[in-house]
């Protein structure tokens, strides 16, 4: 019941071209939904994060989506670009959690 | 900025050596973690610690002890390295555990 799923494990996307990763989850009880970004070398870091009282937040290229019946999650990067290559984990946490609950992470490539 | 560091971007050593991988940060955060990433498994919690001198088990804690005797600093501890404790050592710290966390650099743990 603390799984995050995340898929696909690795995406392939031509540039300029729309890449989604989607998670799911089974606990009712989290409430922040964040997404990490790590690039080659470094450590993850945030990229932008949701909570269910809204089923969509934007960031320049980045959105994600959130349907609270189907207890999933999704991150769109629209006009993917190379520079956006890198490794994505969806996350999840719950009121009075000490910590967040990674998935598994997705290996995204942007081709030129 | 938040700045999380480790002691070592690389690390080499024998199997049954004790290994030390030291954490520093610079936020005043309460919470600070260790995880292991490996191809295909993610980011999978080993310790973390909510205040000083408190640790708490992670999912995958065997094989591995902690201590946290600032606030600033957490150290992951191999009493005796194992081939398969190779692997990438990522340290992150958080005001409050569930929301944003910061992740140092990471430290590759070679085990021969």
């Known amino acids: 019941q603390q799984q995050v799923k995340q898929s696909p494990q690795s995406l392939i996307v031509q540039k300029g071209g729309i890449s989604i990763i989607n998670c799911a989850y089974e606990n009712t009880a989290f409430d922040y939904f964040p997404w990490y970004q790590q690039f080659p070398g470094k450590g993850p870091a945030l990229l932008i994060a949701i909570r269910p009282d809204v089923s969509e937040k934007k960031e320049g290229r980045f959105t994600i989506s959130f349907n609270k019946s189907a207890k999933q999650f999704s991150l769109h990067i629209m006009d993917s670009q190379p520079g956006d290559s890198a490794t994505y984990f969806c996350a999840a946490s719950g009121l009075g959690d000490d910590k967040i609950i990674f998935g598994k992470g997705t290996r995204l490539h942007i081709l030129p | 900025d938040v700045k999380v560091t480790q002691s070592s971007r690389y690390l080499v050593k024998r199997t049954g050596e004790k290994v030390f991988l030291e954490c520093v940060q610079d936020?005043?955060?309460?919470?600070m973690f260790w995880y292991r990433q490996d191809p295909g498994l993610g980011l999978r919690l080993i310790y973390f610690?909510?205040?000083?001198?408190?640790?708490e088990k992670g999912d995958i804690p065997e094989g591995y002890s902690v201590s946290r005797e600032k606030k600033e600093r957490f150290s992951l501890i191999l009493e005796s390295a194992s081939t398969n404790q190779t692997s990438m050592y990522l340290c992150?710290?958080?005001?409050?555990?569930?929301?944003?966390?910061?992740f140092g650099p990471g430290t590759r743990l070679l085990v021969l």
């Open positions: 610690s909510y205040d000083v001198k408190m640790k």
């Open positions: 936020m005043d955060h309460e919470n």
């Open positions: 992150a710290s958080s005001p409050t555990g569930r929301e944003t966390q910061y």
